[in-house]
């Protein structure tokens, strides 16, 4: 088998994971040993996480599928262990699942009262729609034990693994166990998962395929200073924007930039906000626009620039194609700038061919630049990506749940954030942070996911997982420093990665 990376997790459709364990029972490893990994190495996470469990019942419930196979090895692999276990659901229609229930003593089927944690194993990454009324009946068991830890195995049954989309009463999990690779549905729905293990089963290499950064990875190419690093080793920034009465857009950004390590910033802004940016971001310079734009030898100060945070729709559509041509450096063009390039992304591509470019649209700016409606796009961020890169010919982080980055070779996918960052000023924060390192790396796509895994980890932390409201921005710059301190461990024993919860359970 060819080896991966795997601090890059694998980011599947349904039938993409369902190819992946085709090519490793082709490559010589039996369906019923894949199956019988992923129960005991689900078994070995949950005693090694959840505290007293051998002193704690534990009910499993099973569908009739290899969904229900996973659920019967984990079952007899708790029992083993000393674990009150008791079995419940659908007779296996399936060899696979049938020989992983014969693993199990006739003693461990039935239910379990008051149980401690629900292991649901009904549906898998094959659900698509409805349930029927017989599956309807084991979901009513899982969704009864209100109380109990809810633990899916690969997806909480009903979850549609490529779209996210959920047939009705699909029961949140507390934790979501996966093999060998996130699904997107998984990162569509975080709200539905909760925390997210995905652990190794001995999968082959998946291809060209989306791949999601595990921390180690993130903080491996984040760029480190070092210990006497001056202000213009660690580079400046130049950023442009701050329309009347848009100061702050431009001050968030500064802020992330000064929040990811950049040296120097300098801000362009309109003549009544200088004084809000001075007071707001006073580790920066402020400077008015000019009537021209500026010398490419005064740009030249700037190791990287951001464009377009507060600019004004009208100034941005004037000013914008000038500031790009002058500027030799890498750019990351955001909000009004996003903006002002509807309609002209071909002249965009002319002006900014051969220099290292980053575009940062969310999914309606996206959609107008590919000229088709937000909704296309959310329901398809892949394709969108992918779209968008062709067509301006660059680098592009399309933000959302998840955010999706691509340079047309290579597509990453950053499955960090939460609704705390469903606000305005979210993105012009994330600009800053992407222009900075932008500014250190000299190069868009790793410094797009670096910004952006951050970006969403602080926020993360900002909620520690509880409940959103009451939370502002500031909160999220608050906890950048401790999103950039993190030093991640090795994982676990077959763990490849792990995501928090974004959201308290439904």
Known sequence: MTSWDRRLIPVLTAEQARALDRAAIDAGTESFELMRRAGDRLAHLLLGTVPDLRQRPIQVVVGPGNNGGDGWVAAAALARAGCTVRVSGASPKTDDAARAKSLCPNEIAGVVENPHVVLDAVLGTGAAGEYRPEIRELIEIIRGASSAIRVAVDLPSGLDATTGAAAEGCPAADLTVTFGSWKQGQLFRRDLVGELSCLDIGLPA???????????????????????????????????????????????????????????????????????????????????????????????????????????????????????????????VDADALTALVGRLEEFTAVRAGRVTLLTPHAAEAGRLLECGVDEVRSDPFTAVTALVAKAGCAVLLKGVPSLVSDGERTFVVPRGGPVLGVGGSGDLLSGMAGALLAQLGEGCTGAVVAASVHGRAAELATGGGPWRGLTLDHVIGSLPAAWAERPAEPAEFVLGRLSRVVPRA
């Open 206 to 332: 998946p291809g060209a395929v989306p791949v999601a950064p595990e921390d180690r990875w993130v903080h491996a190419a984040a760029p480190e200073p070092g210990a006497l690093a001056t202000k213009n080793e660690r580079r400046r920034l130049i950023i442009v924007g701050g329309g009347e009465g848009m100061a702050g857009a431009t001050i968030l950004s500064a802020r992330g930039a000064f929040g990811s390590g950049v040296g120097m910033v300098r801000c362009y802004v309109h003549p009544t906000s200088l004084g809000a940016v001075n007071a707001g971001a006073p580790q920066a310079t402020a400077l008015r626009w000019p009537d021209s734009v500026p010398s490419a030898d005064d740009l030249r100060w700037g190791h990287a620039m951001v464009i377009g945070p507060g600019f004004g729709i009208a100034a941005a559509r004037e000013a914008l194609l000038g500031w790009l041509t002058a500027f030799p450096g890498p750019v990351v």
